[in-house]
Nanobody, 121 residues
Framework: QVQLVESGGGLVQPGGSLRLSCARSGNIVSINAMGWYRQAPGKQRELVAS???????NYADSVKGRFTISRDNAKNTVYLQMNGLKPEDTAIYYC???????????????WGQGTQVTVSA
């Protein structure tokens, strides 16, 4: 069974930094991409950043230049380094993985439970 476990959220002042981690467990056949999404109260879930198996990254315009997604394949972990945080970054951040669990299943999305990030003075 595949599990994604996020950590690293919390309360930070505007301009501060946080690093989120997403650890993947469970056997898989292949992984296409992993990413971070966020959902603020009353808003739809949106893509923040993603990284493909080939290392290509993609960022939402609102976080470009401030957030960096990276991975450690040996640890099956994806990170989101968030610098220059703003109050509008406040949301629940979810880890996502597009992967194939077995040879007999198609690729599908898996989600973590989410971690709260609050940016406030």
């Amino acid at each position: 069974q595949v599990q994604l476990v996020e950590s690293g959220g919390g309360l930070v002042q505007p301009g501060g930094s946080l690093r989120l981690s997403c650890a993947r467990s469970g056997n898989i056949v292949s992984i296409n991409a992993m990413g971070w999404y966020r959902q603020a109260p009353g808003k739809q879930r949106e893509l923040v950043a993603s990284i493909t198996s080939g290392g290509n990254t993609n960022y939402a315009d609102s976080v470009k230049g401030r957030f960096t997604i990276s991975r450690d394949n040996a640890k099956n972990t994806v990170y989101l380094q968030m610098n220059g945080l703003k109050p509008e970054d406040t949301a629940i951040y979810y880890c996502n993985a597009d992967l194939r669990r077995t040879m007999w299943e198609p690729s599908r999305n898996y989600w973590g439970q989410g971690t709260q990030v609050t940016v406030s003075a």
